[in-house]
């Protein structure tokens, strides 16, 4: 009897709770990929083929959309770190007035949905009604526009004013962890400022620098909303337009799915590189322990530096919030804020007249939330799974967890397209897809923050509990999700703003009945109604605003993740 | 009140054997130490005892209740055992009464007034009481380490585990609390045992020692027997100060190394077999060079470190490249450079074993 009872007793009995969330996982995975390397290598009548990969390649027009997204990728990346590496330097190091508020609005800057942006800079930039072309011509009475924001040169602007908190991040958190004592070793050895500068801080920071560069050239390839509402009017295509434009009618998903395998290849590289280097950037954080950091004195350049952050502000921030703001209270966007001009019809309109927009909010929060919650608790079970080892290929948990990010949202909705249309899970047309690639999509982002949750409570305080006659399960409820508690809301929380914010798979996997608030801006841009873009965009701010500093006040420290 | 037995004890990690083939009994009501250098398994063990681990081969039992074996583990939750960590492990979203009170939560026929009297009784003993609603953050190191022993001594457990409990508290208060744990022990006899790296604090609260080295049990024995007959190299350089003297058997009871000749209490050595002996510093005397007999050595003392109640010398040995430790009286006092005779009591040496040699007393 003893025997036999230690037996039964020595059976994990919360094992099926920990096999199911992994079974979950493994499903949420393997069938969108699964169909979609299918798709894309079977032949019309079945069958295995290469045509599709063939007739992707030898079309011009994809070789165009191709080598564009190289050029918008490579350039974003560049600017992205000519103008977020110095913002970091500055705010980490120098006694560079505002330093609070520059990172803040950098934390605006790296929430703002892009498209948004996007949206904004048409308003100011178009060639005809833009509104700083306008200036430009009636204060120097030219004929041609300053600029032209429907253009490569304006769209890698565009994107890269809302990417280079990526480099920055990268940067600033690792110029946090290097205390001064190195550099100040180097100059009791008989360096100088800028021998220090030269061969100790800018190695010691190389690697965040290149990896914020692959950040951002991995944001810039994925990338739909900017481009779809930059590139298309000015003629030209990349790889996520030209993808979603093969959906349209009549669709082709096979052409669609070969053209998704390169994109994911090489975001596939990408990451793997940005990993190689930051695991080689241990050295930079094990130095980094209480270390004082000594601010370097800027002199008489403190203002024009201050001024330097500004203009990249005004960029990101300034400029375009203050067009949405004018736009949703104005009768004509285009017009000059006056009393004549002054209206509230936009929002008016939007919310009573413009029938889509209430569903589309209503839409959007449902799955907000219904996303945000089930992928929380998903996120933090799998993250506990892998965090405490309880099921066989924990690490395989891990890795799948994190694997949607290696997946642009134009890819992966193509992949739910085709895994989802079809027996046994028929779920396009309902909200149900969009809320499979919601969950898939913010996995990654969800999962980074659970674990480092669960790293962050010791096993020994669950062990603590098991000894005192606690089970597993028991332990969880008492010990685990009390001390996890911030953090699981922080995970929430990141989830909610990706879902409210998501266009790519979205534009996708919509259909009449189920719009969401990103896919009714682009339908009211085809209708040329900036104000009640501006108002929805306003509501899409606000929403992402508020939660922000929810997952602040969670968390007790800033989003951007480096302490103070 | 049960013992615990371990039989074979095994547990590999990936390729290395963390503990390897390890048997000990733990008497009922006794405290055994498992004591060596990081690395040595005494973790191990006790995790395996906890539940926590599964063995690869051996079993353990309490008393006759058979809790792991390769084939099945009893969960930590129903082993009837309570853990005193070393961060202490305190929930820090719980009072201190509520994280006292824990464990009682899950005694059946414990109810909920009985429940209080007990946590209010442990923290009297504690020495905790007025701080029932603190939070652990507001705690000073050693109240935090006293809820840490109260938290598991309300449940009577069967069996008490402790890893290095005191490592994280300063010096004074490490050797105050291994009196306390030693108090507490004698106050409540429960089985225990108690994992640290420390051979004095070992010494203090321990009834016997098992001494660990490489995953096998080296020695085990009071601190006592372990001191005085340590069994192998390893044991002897690990309990106290002590000199390792290597040599080869002439006789029965003699061996040499070059002009060395040391006379061994017992006997029955190989003659031509090479022998190490140890010897402690505090059995060595130091005698004026001109007395001679069998057992007097000549040498030069080379360095000396006084030390308040003591001075440590260092003493070439004339004849052989040997150095001596030699732990003598304040009085009197020797310079370097001075010749000096040393007299070795054949029972002060204690004839090693290889240290790899397998099984233990």
Wanted: charged share 15%; with cysteine.
């Amino acid at each position: 009897m003893e025997r036999r009872g230690a037996a039964l007793a020595g059976l994990d009995r919360a094992l099926p709770v920990w096999a199911a969330a992994a079974l979950v996982l493994v499903f949420l995975m393997a069938l969108p990929l699964g169909w979609l390397a299918h798709m894309s290598v079977t032949a019309e009548r079945g069958g295995f083929t290469l045509g599709h990969y063939t007739a992707v390649f030898a079309d011009p027009a994809l070789q165009r959309a191709l080598w564009n997204t190289v050029v918008l990728a490579f350039w974003v990346g560049l600017v992205s770190v000519a103008v977020g590496a110095p913002l970091a330097w500055l705010t980490a190091r120098t006694d560079v007035p505002g330093r609070g508020l520059i990172r803040g609005l950098v934390l605006a800057s790296f929430v703002t949905p892009p498209f948004l942006g996007a949206f904004a800079w048409v308003m100011l930039a178009g060639p005809n009604a833009g509104y700083l072309n306008r200036l430009w011509r009636s204060v120097t009475g030219a004929e041609a526009p300053l600029v032209n924001i429907f253009s490569m040169p304006g769209l890698i602007f565009v994107v890269a004013v809302y990417t280079f908190p990526y480099v920055y991040i990268m940067v600033a958190n690792t110029l946090a962890l290097i205390a001064s004592d190195v550099e100040e070793a180097a100059a009791m050895l008989g360096a100088g400022r800028l021998a220090v500068a030269l061969t100790i801080t800018f190695p010691m920071v190389l690697p965040a620098l290149v990896s914020g560069f692959i950040l951002s050239v991995l944001q810039a390839l994925a990338l739909f909303g900017s481009p779809a509402i930059l590139a298309l009017p000015a003629g030209f295509h990349t790889v996520t337009t030209q993808i979603w434009s093969l959906f349209q009618f009549p669709p082709k998903v096979e052409m669609a799915a070969a053209f998704s395998v390169p994109l994911l290849l090489a975001t596939v590289v990408l990451l793997y590189l940005q990993k190689r280097l930051l695991g080689r950037r241990g050295y930079a954080a094990v130095g980094g322990k209480g270390g004082q950091r000594r601010v370097i004195p800027l002199g008489p350049w403190r203002y024009p530096a201050l001024g330097a952050c500004l203009v990249v502000m005004a960029c990101a921030i300034f400029l375009p919030y203050g067009m949405l703001a004018k736009a949703a209270f104005s009768r004509a966007w285009a017009q000059p804020l006056t009393w004549g001009n002054l209206t509230l019809g936009n929002f008016a309109f939007t919310f009573f007249e413009y029938s889509a927009t209430r569903a589309a909010i209503v839409n959007t929060l449902e799955l907000g939330f219904l996303t945000a919650t089930v992928g929380a608790a998903l996120v933090g079970l799998l993250a506990y799974i892998a965090s405490r080892r309880l099921v066989l290929g924990h690490q395989v948990v891990a890795f799948l967890a994190l694997v949607p990010v290696v997946i642009p949202g134009v890819v992966l909705a193509v992949a739910l397209f085709i895994a989802y249309t079809r027996p046994p899970f028929v779920l396009y047309g309902t909200l149900w897809i969009l809320f499979v690639a919601y969950l898939t999509k913010e996995m990654p982002v969800g999962y980074a923050q659970s674990d480092a949750t669960f790293r962050g409570i010791p096993p020994d305080l669950e062990e603590a509990g098991r000894i005192l006659g606690a089970g597993r399960l028991r332990v969880l409820r008492d010990i685990t999700a009390p001390l996890a508690r911030s953090g699981v809301i922080a995970a929430w929380c990141f989830i909610f703003i990706g879902v409210i914010r998501e266009l790519s798979a979205s534009i996708i996997l919509f259909t009449p009945n189920t719009k969401v608030m990103s896919v009714v801006l682009f339908d009211l841009k085809e209708e040329g109604q900036f104000g009640a873009i501006a108002v929805l965009g306003l509501v899409m701010l606000a929403l992402t605003f508020a939660t922000v500093t929810l997952v602040q006040a969670a968390l007790g420290r800033d989003v951007l993740g480096a302490r103070d | 009140m049960p013992g615990i037995t371990l039989r074979g004890l095994g547990k590999r990690y990936g390729g290395v054997a963390a503990l390897d083939n390890l048997s000990l009994d733990v008497r009922p009501g006794e405290l055994v130490a498992l004591l060596g250098p990081s690395g040595c398994g005494k973790t191990t063990t006790l995790r395996l005892v906890a539940g926590f681990l599964k063995p690869d081969t051996g079993e353990i039992r309490v008393g006759e209740r058979l809790l792991s074996s390769p084939a099945s583990v009893v969960p930590p939750e129903r082993r009837r055992m309570a853990m005193i960590f070393q961060s202490y492990a305190l929930w820090p979203h719980m009072t201190v009464a509520q994280n006292v009170g824990y464990g009682l939560r899950f005694q059946r026929g414990v109810a909920r007034a009985e429940r209080a009297r007990r946590v209010a009784g442990m923290l009297k003993v504690a020495r905790l009481d007025g701080l029932e609603a603190r939070y652990p953050g507001e705690l000073s190191g050693g109240q935090q380490q006293r809820v840490a022993v109260a938290r598991a001594l309300v449940v009577e457990p069967e069996i008490l585990l402790l890893d290095e409990p005191l490592s994280n508290l300063d010096a004074n208060l490490r050797e105050e609390m291994r009196f306390e744990i030693r108090r507490l022990h004698e106050a409540f006899h429960i089985t225990t045992l108690y994992v640290t790296h420390d051979q004095a604090e070992a010494m203090v609260i321990s009834d016997r020692i098992a001494v660990l080295n490489r995953g096998r049990l080296a020695q085990v024995g009071t601190a006592d027997a372990l001191f005085e007959a340590p069994r192998t190299r390893f044991v002897a350089e690990f309990i106290g100060k002590t000199n390792v003297v290597e040599g080869v058997a002439l006789s029965g009871d003699t061996i040499v190394r070059d002009g060395l000749r040391l006379r061994v209490a017992g006997g029955g050595l190989a003659a031509g077999a090479r022998v190490a002996v140890s010897i402690r510093p505090h059995l060595i005397a130091l005698v004026a060079p001109a007395v001679g007999g069998a057992d007097a050595l000549r040498g030069t003392v080379k360095r000396v470190a006084f030390l308040g109640d003591g001075v440590d010398y260092e003493v070439e040995v004339a004849g052989a490249d040997l150095t001596l430790r030699v732990a003598a009286p304040t009085s009197p006092r020797l310079r370097p450079g001075e010749a000096v005779g040393l007299r070795i009591d054949p029972a002060a040496c204690v004839r090693l074993a290889e240290d790899d040699a397998p099984g233990a007393s």
